[in-house]
C-alpha cells in the first residue's frame, strides 16, 4: 500500500521551531521530487517548499525562503522540513506529496495538483502565544 505519513507537527511560540518528517511506504520515494503543502483555515492550499529526487534542487514560497529548510533522506525513505522563526501566520495543516516526476516542475507547474500522486494525512502546525 502506497502511503505518506507526516509528522512532527505541535504547538509552538512565534520564533520556535519544528521539524516535520514525512515518510513513505509502499514505494521508494528517491526516484520522486516531494513538496509541502499548508492549508490554514479558510485558506486556500498553497505549495511551501518542493525538493527534487537529485537531493540538490530546492524550491521555496517566499513566504518560508530563509525560515524553512527541506530535505530528504533517501536510506530512510523520508523528506524533512525544518522550520525555523515560526510566524503567527504558518499555522497551518502540512501536506506531503510526491510528485509524479523526479524533477520539481517551474513556475505556476510547481505545485500543481494533477502532478502528484500521493498525499499524507496532515499534520498540524500551530503558531501561538
Known amino acids: 500500500q502506497v502511503q505518506l505519513v507526516e509528522s512532527g507537527g505541535g504547538l509552538v511560540q512565534p520564533g520556535g521551531s519544528l521539524r516535520l518528517s514525512c515518510a513513505a511506504s509502499?514505494?521508494?520515494?528517491?526516484?520522486?521530487?516531494i513538496a509541502w503543502f499548508r492549508q490554514a483555515p479558510g485558506k486556500e492550499r498553497e505549495g511551501v517548499s518542493c525538493i527534487g529526487s537529485n537531493e540538490v534542487n530546492t524550491y521555496y514560497a517566499d513566504s518560508v525562503k530563509g525560515r524553512f529548510t527541506i530535505s530528504r533522506d533517501n536510506a530512510k525513505n523520508t523528506v524533512y522540513l525544518q522550520m525555523n522563526s515560526l510566524k503567527l501566520e504558518d499555522t497551518a495543516v502540512y501536506y506531503c506529496a510526491n510528485r509524479v516526476t523526479a524533477g520539481c516542475g517551474y513556475g505556476s507547474t510547481m505545485y500543481r495538483t494533477a502532478d502528484f500522486g500521493s498525499w499524507g494525512q496532515g499534520t498540524q502546525v500551530t503558531v501561538s502565544s
Open positions: 509502499g514505494f521508494t520515494l528517491r526516484y520522486y521530487a
